[in-house]
């Protein structure tokens, strides 16, 4: 752990997760026609609530809106009935998924060539010179069996990403699969329109990894070392309250709060453009005919002040699981 090959592999498996450059924007037919039968829409609407996956409905006139709140790294022994959203998935009209990168070929040969920078600390600095006294013994325990110290120079990002991983269990083995993959697999099947919500450029992905200084990942690093405390039992957990609709306690799991502040959506450049991307397509759905689904990060829907919090703000009635 804390070698600068596994933090380069690190970092680039979550840039291709994050930004599949190779993706395409799935757009084979048009969209189905903007009036919809009243029993079809009844129907839709029902299956997102038997879904085991948390969603919640708002309507508006001829416009429906279902936001389907996923996790990432759902551990394989933990499995949850998808037939619900794959049949609601099938009746919508256009699909918003997560955020995509452009990622290119020179993208990744920046991250090899800047391996250094990204991944270990300024010269002559270690962690101690970042986290508090306390934060720094809690971590000092945590890695207490490691036989190399190499960590106490790493990135700060890739010291929390990998005590999320070998600590915390979060995407430690084979995953099962989640909402994104099963509304995915869906969508092609049934030759819906799908598009990411928004796009983010490669070249500002990496950026913000080799500018930022490290006092930006201290969050990450502290909300991490709490998952890496709670164990890898955290990571099943919040997967099995996920099923179960119990959305306060996902919100508020350790695994959650690290992913809130981590890059990217803690990186202070690049979380308000995600945000905003999500407030935007939203927006368009309520005021755009027919049955739109959106599958967006469960803490981004359900945070205080969050898009369900928002649209509860603006006087629209959203049905679903509780979300406070």
Request: net charge negative; proline share 7%.
């Amino acid at each position: 752990m804390g070698s600068s090959v596994k933090s380069v592999a690190v970092f680039a498996s979550i840039l291709l997760a994050f930004a599949p450059a190779a993706s395409p924007v799935l757009a084979q037919t048009p969209p189905n026609a903007a009036a919809q039968d009243a029993i079809e829409l009844d129907e839709v609407v029902v299956l997102a609530r038997r879904s085991g996956a948390p969603m919640w409905t708002i309507t508006r006139g001829d416009s429906t809106l279902i936001l389907v709140g996923s996790i990432r790294a759902i551990p394989r022994d933990v499995t949850w009935r998808p037939d619900a959203l794959e049949q609601a998935t099938a009746k919508a009209d256009l699909i918003l998924l997560p955020q995509e990168g452009r990622a290119s070929f020179s993208d990744i040969l920046r991250v090899i060539w800047r391996a250094r920078t990204i991944g270990r600390m300024p010269q002559g600095q270690t962690t101690a010179d970042y986290l508090s006294p306390e934060y720094q013994a809690r971590l000092e325990a945590l890695m207490a069996g490691e036989r190399s110290q190499t960590w106490r120079g790493q990135s700060l990002l890739f010291t929390s990403i990998d005590l999320m991983q070998d600590k915390a269990g979060f995407g430690a083995g084979r995953d099962a699969p989640d909402a994104v993959d099963v509304v995915r697999r869906a969508g092609r099947r049934a030759r819906i329109d799908m598009r990411p919500v928004g796009t983010v450029r490669g070249d500002e992905l990496v950026d913000s990894l080799i500018n930022a200084p490290q006092t930006v990942h201290v969050r990450c690093a502290e909300r991490a070392i709490a998952a890496a405390e709670a164990g890898p039992e955290s990571s099943r957990d919040r997967a099995i309250d996920w099923r179960a609709f119990r959305v306060p306690d996902v919100v508020n799991s350790p695994i959650e709060q690290a992913l809130n502040v981590c890059w990217p959506w803690g990186d202070p450049d690049l979380a308000p453009q995600l945000h905003q991307q999500w407030a935007a397509a939203v927006e368009t759905a309520m005021i755009s005919p027919g049955t739109t689904m959106g599958v967006a990060p469960i803490r981004l829907l359900a945070e205080e002040g969050g898009v369900l919090d928002s649209l509860v703000a603006r006087g629209f009635e959203v049905v679903g699981p509780e979300w406070k």
